[in-house]
């Protein structure tokens, strides 16, 4: 393969951009992208009415736009070495609209699932691309800055979709939560067609494709994440389909790693993971994503379960964490020069953990300020890992391998957000069995305070006019619903007693990390971006 430097040339022309204009040019897109993977599914029953689909077939327009924004993500950095990074956050960009616009017209399943695809692909480009762009107009000494605007974009986006779609839901229509990333959107491509540039230092690839890596990645990925978004609908290992779908994905993303690790011109790198501080990263990264994903999708799923809450309510009620999380990222950036980056983050992770804790205490009598102080403690432990992880495990890498990084780094935490919520699904539903189980023998039809209880309820059913016999069958019923749902109760609080457990886990996993000196002055590759 023969590379191509791109020409100095354009080293004065970075020389008039401020770097906080570049840095809001590339996060417009990016937020876009991480709203929109949870922004639709409030609206999932309008849409499934409209489209007269089953809740089986609706939940592909979720599940096309994960897939296609996973398999994108690791492939970013050759795609930007071969046409340039700031086109394919631009081509990503407009691709990503396109698809917006095409979704709010679609009136039938098929094509809205297609254009969901092709938002997706479109939207996997831009975060790893945001990350390195980054990473590379900042100056060392501003690194904690930096990955504090990337953590707003990638860990406020999901938290805010769900209150936003609810809010566009219940006062327009449903093709207004597509609408909505128009205007947006097009100031972000604007921004970044008039400010953005590559450095010169980025080499333009041409040559042969390692079309047998991309292969493998696509099959690969596909198998997997579909098989990870779609499983608990079909009892996961009970269907042949979710068989065949672990057994193909499996075997070629280990054929992909031993080809990639093999080939001369790899189209994935994965030799940036011989970096230890980068691998360390990535695997807590990946830990995060497992918590943060599956707090996300088992907090709405109790409060409206149990504590009867409508899904604007929902919103409202994790908001704060996000809240928390916008007012204390600034504050973590500009901490991260004064303070031992593995300390802030080992922080952040006990903080985690704790919080996880105080959710394993809720009942079904859970008021609303003990949901809310969880909330904003998590906040500010989200800041405080997520800044210093991601500045920390990339400062030491090559820059012109950091595209690679990104990319890698982006898809591992993605797909430990996936993983996560299909752990936790499954695992919830057997906590909830094995709770219920335990219950139910200390329920003995001879025990005294059963049928005192079983007394009461039908006694009252009687002064109703039900007659014995009905009464006493309602009674049953209605002892056995109060047993399950303090079953469902208790199965929800393990479920994050072990969330909480992996946040402790990843505490050893610092030491690993490297502690590098980012106070130092911008070096020459810098000096063409204004500070």
């Known amino acids: 393969m023969t590379a191509v430097a791109m020409p100095f040339a354009s080293a004065p022309v970075l020389a008039k951009r401020n770097k906080w204009v570049i840095a809001a040019a590339v996060t417009f897109g990016t937020l876009m992208g991480t709203i929109d993977t949870s922004i639709v599914n409030v609206a999932l029953p309008q849409l499934r009415g409209t489209l007269s ?156 494709v390692d079309w047998w890596g991309l292969g493998l990645l696509v099959v690969g990925l596909a198998s997997l994440q579909t098989l990870l978004e779609q499983g608990e609908q079909d009892d996961w290992f009970t269907s042949s389909k979710n068989v ?52 996300l999708f088992l907090l709405p799923v109790y409060m409206q379960e149990f504590l009867r809450y409508n899904a604007m309510q929902t919103g409202l009620a994790l908001m704060p964490r996000s809240i928390t999380m916008l007012v204390t990222i600034p504050i973590v950036g500009a901490l991260y020069n004064k303070l031992s980056p593995r300390l802030v983050i080992a922080a952040g992770l006990t903080l985690g953990g704790i919080t996880c804790l105080m959710m394993s205490r809720f009942t079904l009598q859970t008021s609303k300020e003990a949901i809310l102080i969880p909330q904003l403690i998590q906040g500010v432990a989200l800041a405080l890992i997520f800044i210093p992880l991601s500045t920390v495990s990339l400062a030491t890498m090559d820059k012109r391998r950091m595209g690679q990084a990104t990319g890698l780094n982006n898809l591992v935490r993605q797909l430990g957000g996936s993983f996560g919520v299909a752990i936790f699904a499954a695992s919830l539903e057997r906590f909830m069995h094995e709770a219920k189980a335990s219950l139910v023998t200390h329920l003995a039809a001879t025990d005294p305070l059963v049928q005192q209880r079983l007394i009461a309820m039908r006694a009252g059913m009687m002064k109703d006019g039900v007659d014995l016999p009905t009464a006493s069958a309602r009674a049953l019923s209605l002892l056995d619903a109060q047993v399950s749902g303090q079953a469902a109760v208790l199965g929800f609080e393990k479920a994050f007693y072990v969330a909480g457990l992996l946040f402790f886990c990843a505490i050893p996993f610092v030491a690993l990390l490297d502690n590098p000196d980012m106070s130092k002055k911008p070096d020459p590759e810098h000096a063409a971006v204004e500070i």
Request: with cysteine; glycine share 10%.
């Open 53 to 208: 689909a089953t809740v089986q077939e609706i939940t592909w327009v979720s599940t096309g736009y994960v897939v296609a924004s996973v398999i994108v993500m690791p492939i970013t950095a050759w795609l930007g070495s071969r046409f340039g990074r700031k086109r394919i956050y631009l081509a990503g960009l407009l691709l990503f609209l396109l698809g917006s616009l095409l979704c709010g017209t679609a009136r039938s399943l098929a094509p809205l699932v297609i254009f969901r695809i092709m938002q997706g692909l479109g939207a996997g480009a831009l975060q790893p691309t945001e990350q390195a762009i980054l990473r590379e107009t900042f100056p060392p000494h501003e690194q904690g800055m930096a990955m504090g605007l990337y953590a707003f974009a990638i860990m406020i986006g999901p938290m805010i979709g769900p209150t936003l779609g609810g809010y566009i839901v219940d006062n327009y229509s449903w093709p207004w939560i597509f609408y909505i990333n128009m205007p947006v959107g097009a100031l972000g491509l604007f921004m970044v067609w008039r400010f953005v540039e590559d450095p010169p230092y980025l080499e333009r690839t041409k040559g042969n």
């Open 244 to 295: 065949a779908l672990a057994c193909v994905g499996v075997s070629t993303i280990v054929m992909f790693v031993l080809h990639e690790l093999y080939v001369d011109e790899p189209i994935v790198n994965l030799r940036v993971l011989s970096n230890r501080s980068f691998s360390t990263g990535t695997v807590i990264g990946a830990i995060l994503g497992m918590v943060l994903f599956s707090t």
